[in-house]
Structure formats: C-alpha cells, structure tokens
C-alpha cells in the first residue's frame, strides 16, 4: 500500500474512533446520568420525529416515551423496587423497548430472555438472575408458562394480548394495566442514589459450562453500546435504520437502537428476518442503514436475485461477524456502499472497529493507538486452552501473524470496567491474572484472533466448546446435557463441524446407543428439548469412544472426522419424515459441493 493509501487509511480510522471517543466521553461510571436520562434527552429535542416504525403502526419520539413512561408507573404500582428484575420475553415490538426503558426510569432492572428458550433452559435464566415478575405476549407466553414447574420463584406472568379465558390468579392481561398509566416522565428523585454502576439489563449469553449466563449490563455498559454507535455511524436524524435482529441480543437491542434514538432517527423494527422479502422491505420503508449478524447475509447472498436488491438508499450496513468469503459479494451484488464490521462481546471490556470497510477484518489498532485501545493478544496453547507462561510466570504475547487469545486490561474506568456475570463463580473464570506484571487482571474474551503487520485484526475461533450456528451461540454442553435422555441414547458428544458455505458450524452428536438407534424419536425428543438453532444437524454413531486420562472424549478426533459418511459410524442428516435420515455418500457429496444447503 502506497504512502497516500496509507495516510487516508489512517485518517479514515481517526475520524470514525473521534466520533465514537465523543459520544462516550461523558460516561462515567460514577455519574447519575443513565440510559434513560440519554433518551429522554432525545425526545426533547426529536419529540415530533417518528422514532419507530414496525409493520402495522408509528411512533413519534414523544409517542414512544409516554409508553415508556406508562411501563415504568406501572412497575412502581406493582411494587417493584431497585432490588427487583423483570423478566422480558417477548417478540420484536414497540413495547419491548418502551418496556425496558420504563422500568430503567425507575430503577428496575430488566432481564432480556431468549424467546427461542423453552423448559429448564427458560427457567434457568429467570432464576439465576432472581425474576419473580415476567413481561410476555400472545406469542410468547405458552412458553414462560411451560417453565413454571422449573422456576423457583412464584412468578407471577402478565401478558399483552391475553384472552379473557386465559386468565388465572398467576396470568394477567397486561393491555388495560398498562394503557390506564399515566404518561408522564416519573420524577427523576426516583432514581436518586442510582448510577452508572447500577444493573440496568441482564443479557444472556452462551458459555461452555451448559446453560446460559446472565451478563450484567450496568447503565454504563448500555450507554457505551448505544453512544459508541451513535457516532461511529456518523448518523443523523435523517437516517432510518432497518432492524431484523432480535431485541434480547446486544447487536440488534443496543448496537441497533443508538445509532436511531440519540441521533434523532428512525428504527424500522421486523418482527424477525425473512430473507424472501427483505429488499422489498428496505425499498418500501427507504431504509438507510442496516444493522446486521454475519449470518443474515449469508443467507441474502445464497438467495436468488430478487427485485430491489441495487438501487436502494442502504449507506451503510454495520454489525459483526461478516465472513471474509462473504463480505466481496455481499458488498458488490447489493452496492452498499460502506460496511463497519465490529468486534465485541455483551460482557467483555474488548472492541474493535473496522472503520475503513477492510474485507475479512473484524477491526484495527494503528501502532501509533496500540496504548490506547484495550486489546493485547497472547500466545495460546490448543491443547491445554490456555495462555502460554514463560518461565517467569508471565504470558507471552502473540507475534505479528501468530494466532492468540484476545485479552483486555481490567480497571475502574468505562474504557476497562468488566461487570461480570450475575454468577460471580462464571465471572471469576473470565479473569486472567499476573499477565505481564504481578497482580494484574485481564478479561479473557475466549476467543482465538490473528493480528497483520498494518493492525487489522482477523477472528479465527472461540475456544472452547462453544460454536455458532444460525447466528447463536451453541453451548456443546447444554446439547449433552439435554440429550442425555434421548430414547436410545446410551452416552451423547456433541461438537460443531465445519460445512463448505455456512456460517458458524453445524451441530453434530456422536451417539453411543443403548440398543437400536430410533431416528423418528430422536428426531422428536430433539425438537421437544432444544430450541432450532441448537439441533443437532448430524449424528454419527458410535459402539464406544476413546477417552483421555481424565476420562475425557477426544472431541479433537470427532471434528476432524466430521459428518463423512465413509468413516466409521452411521451418519444420519436432519430432515426427512423421520426427523433423521441416513446420509448418503451422494448426499455429502451435494452438502460439499453446496447443492443441498442446510
């Protein structure tokens, strides 16, 4: 790269981190300024501007603030103190975000529950984060009164959109209760006492221990994600930003809201994704920014051509994970001009952004910003999954080309605050201790990367038995655990397995059975226990397994045999009448080549 590339690189970079440095430079973690102090501020001066527009109806910035403000009355008439948290199930709608902004006014904390959850998996994420109060609506609420049984609180459940007959003592029809609140901002002493270090959210995410983990997302953090995109957007109240990811991730609850609501703008909110008539939409609501996951354009450039999908007002697509194999076409088919892929995690203290649109990168540190952005790499052992130590004790960092874990420093400031989980045990182990000097804690991200000699940094893998598939993360142990008592299941490894033109990999178990092996009920009892993304896409079968000396299995050998139907085992494919269908040398050949896509 010639010497002028380089300098407007670099000053393309200068001028995206200057816009985020001075939308977060206010926060600080003692302050009492909170997210909803950030967002009434907007109303006050966009109140005319529609601030949401979903498939059926808008809302003005002042619309959407009285029904907040009707939330938060409401959770005060119900008694709920700052001690409290709400848990919020429900599908992409106005009221999820009025909801959990309401309750921020009056110092109510609110978990944000994956709405694909059923069971002990819905019921573990309302328990660890200590939920007694459920917000739910007519498509959601059958599946909060399925985890009952497992909650160990009496939770009492309130629903937008329940039918008379469907109220019971312990199930409530929201609508009425809500509608009748007042709309006016609650006082703001109701909040005194409160700051940035207070719990505004619980987001989950999922870890290689099993069930999901409950990540605290003080105000702090949750003003950081909406500020950070407000300005590295460089959006205006002009802009409308086209949303399709669910409300209880960060990307699409707080990466996809700022860069609308602090900037005066529209969020054109989708229930879901649909990839059939998704140009057609963008078209119609003249969308000019797209927040996305890597895997929702995947699946826009595995679809055939379809009308609208050049010539739209799309400036901007910002999100993360973007495959490097998909990024050129997905850029060059649709012509959006400008894409800024990032790199973060809902919990973690580490980001990255990749400001000037470099393809395959997740982000960049110039050397002359090396001190001033938290992210180191160290030297990293596949084996042991750890840090390598040298002889003094210390971590080794990785060298330019070498593949690391990335770390962040911990501290007591927004820049390098890591608020944990609502289990502290699961937060102690995301800390790295005596890195480079004695005493020292890092946040380990437990994720593997690869940095360039120009700074940019390439994502490589999560360590671990965690994976991503559909755009979730699979927790390997959460699929063991569940599938334990499968019928016909004797013992179950479940692992994920690359597949050419996919995202993430593909779930696959190996199954040592106890008898015959019954694909139609493993199908079914699949269905009945994990949530779509997490089904397993393989099975292999097994009549016994290594292990190590620990009595671990090898996962290492089971990957690298993968789905090949050749090999030794049985492999069946999901789908078919029977749930699982036995997967042909001509099949693999098909998943290969990517005549069948999965």
Same mark, same amino acid.
Request: net charge neutral.
């Given at each position: 790269?010639?010497? +002028? ?29 909170? %997210? ?13 501007? =529609?601030? #949401? ?23 005060? @008439? ?12 429900? @599908? ?9 902004? $309401? ?56 629903? #937008? ?16 209760? !809500?509608?009748?609140?007042?709309? !006016?901002? *609650? ?5 005194? $006492? ?27 953090? !949750? ?17 409308? =930003? ?17 860069? /609308? ?38 699946? #826009? ?26 990024? *050129?076409?997905?850029? @060059?088919?649709?012509?959006? *001009? ?12 580490? @980001? ?8 395959? +990168?997740? $982000?960049? =540190? ?39 874990? +990335? ?14 989980? /609502?289990?502290?045990? /699961? ?51 959460? %699929? ?5 008592? /499968? ?9 994920? =397995? ?60 089971? !990957? ?7 090999? *030794? ?22 998943? #290969? ?6």
């Amino acid at each position: 790269m010639g010497l +002028a590339a380089n300098i407007r690189r670099d000053l393309t970079f200068a001028a995206g981190l200057r816009r985020l440095l001075q939308r977060i430079k206010p926060i600080a973690l003692d302050s009492d300024v909170l %997210v909803c102090d950030d967002f009434e501020e907007a109303v006050d001066k966009f109140g005319d501007n =529609v601030a #949401l527009e979903d498939e059926t109806r808008s809302l003005t910035y002042r619309e959407l603030d009285g029904m907040a403000n009707r939330y938060a009355h409401w959770a005060r @008439s119900r008694g709920l103190r700052r001690s409290d948290v709400v848990g919020l199930v429900m @599908s992409n709608r106005a009221e999820y975000i009025a909801a959990w902004m $309401g309750f921020a006014k009056v110092g109510v904390a609110t978990a944000l529950i994956n709405t694909n959850l059923t069971g002990q998996a819905l019921a573990h994420c309302l328990n660890i984060a200590g939920v007694a109060q459920v917000v739910a609506d007519e498509e959601t609420w059958h599946r909060c009164e399925e985890a009952r049984p497992f909650v160990t609180r009496t939770m009492m459940l309130w629903v #937008l959109g329940l039918k008379d007959e469907d109220e019971v003592s312990e199930r409530r029809g929201l609508d009425n209760a !809500v509608r009748s609140g007042s709309s !006016v901002r *609650p006082q703001k002493s109701v909040r005194d $006492g409160l700051t940035n270090r207070d719990t505004a959210l619980y987001i989950y995410t999922s870890g290689t221990t099993g069930m999901p983990k409950a990540a605290r997302m003080h105000h702090a953090r !949750v003003r950081t994600y909406m500020r950070a995109f407000a300005g590295a957007t460089d959006s205006t109240a002009q802009d409308r =930003v086209f949303n399709v990811l669910p409300l209880y991730h960060s990307t699409g609850g707080l990466v996809g809201l700022g860069p /609308a609501f602090l900037n005066g703008g529209r969020l054109i909110l989708r229930r879901k994704f649909s990839a059939s008539s998704f140009w057609a939409d963008v078209n119609k609501s003249q969308a000019t920014l797209f927040v996305y996951i890597g895997e929702l354009c995947r699946y #826009l450039v595995n679809c055939p051509e379809q009308d609208g999908e050049r010539g739209h007002k799309l400036r901007l697509a910002f999100g993360n994970g973007l495959r490097p194999d998909v990024w *050129p076409e997905f850029q @060059s088919r649709f012509g959006i *001009p400008k894409i800024l892929e990032f790199y973060g995690s809902t919990e973690g203290n580490v @980001s990255l952004f990749n400001f000037d649109g470099k393809q395959g +990168a997740i $982000g960049r =540190v110039p050397k002359f910003l090396k001190k001033q952005i938290n992210i180191r790499m160290v030297a990293f052992d596949i084996d042991t999954e750890q840090p390598v130590r040298l002889a003094n004790g210390f971590c080794q960092e990785a060298r330019v080309g070498e593949i690391g874990e +990335a770390i962040g420093a911990i501290g007591d400031d927004i820049r390098h605050d890591f608020s944990g989980y /609502a289990d502290k045990a /699961a937060s102690e182990k995301k800390i790295l201790t005596d890195v480079f000097a004695k005493g020292d804690r890092w946040f380990r991200t437990g994720d593997l990367m690869r940095q360039d000699s120009e700074g940019y940094f390439y994502f490589i893998d999560r360590i671990g038995d965690t994976f991503r598939w559909k755009g979730e993360n699979v927790s390997t142990a959460e %699929v063991e655990q569940r599938l334990t008592e /499968a019928p016909g299941v004797k013992e179950v490894i479940a692992y994920g =397995v690359p597949v050419p033109g996919a995202e993430g990999k593909a779930g696959m178990v190996t199954v040592i059975a106890d008898g015959r092996f019954a694909p139609k009920e493993f199908g079914t009892y699949v269905d009945e226990q994990l949530p779509p993304y997490a089904r397993p896409v393989f099975v292999r079968l097994a009549k016994a397994l290594e292990t190590t000396g620990t009595f671990k299995y090898r996962k290492i050998d089971l !990957v690298a045999d993968g789905f090949d139907p050749a090999l *030794p085992g049985q492999v069946y494919v999901r789908g078919g009448k029977s749930g699982y269908q036995k997967l042909t040398a001509e099949g693999y050949e098909a998943i #290969l080549s990517g005549a069948t896509r999965l």
